[in-house]
């Protein structure tokens, strides 16, 4: 008899840049049903944000002098959660920003960027704000990869990092994958809810 192969994969590997989508049975409090943008990946360890899951907080509320720009912050991870941090499309003219691929950047000069999205309504559709951030020790991604606890995709559509109204970011990354992946995208978290 034939063993059947549960596991969801694919063939692409992990590196900065790319998107983690989680395994779609990792039962996991922080982690369950996300999608991650890894900002860094090498022999020191890894650290990302997670993009799909929101805080009801606006972030004039956190910075008073930050303007009110509707920005939805999401809760990046349970590292730091005492810290907001920001990635961005805005290129290398945000000093002190860290290039993660050719158009997504992290952090950089937060006083730059208040100001910047104080006079541009443009550049908000191209910034996303975090509390907290998800981060991996040296080969614990590694080893979680091996597991299969997610599903690295390196083929990335930037405005999809940015897009903060999409309430199925999973769902729709997980799609994506292929047929087989679509079938699994629609299985309830909970089988009872079947």
Known sequence: MKKLDLSFRNNEQARRGSLL????????TYFSRSVIILCEHNKDGSF???LNNYLDIEISKIDENFPNIGARISFG???AKENLFFIHALGPQI????KVTDEIYYGGDFDQIRDILTH?????EKVRFF???SGWSVGQLEDELNEHSWIPVNNIDTP???NTSDEDLWKHCLEKQGERFKMIAKFPLNPRDN
């Open 48 to 50: 990302g944000f997670v």
């Open 77 to 79: 991870g349970p590292v």
């Open 21 to 28: 989508i989680s395994d779609p049975f990792l039962d996991d």
């Open 95 to 98: 000093i002190g920003s860290v």
């Open 120 to 124: 541009s309504v443009e550049a908000r």
């Open 131 to 133: 509390i907290g951030y």
């Open 160 to 162: 999809v990092l940015f």
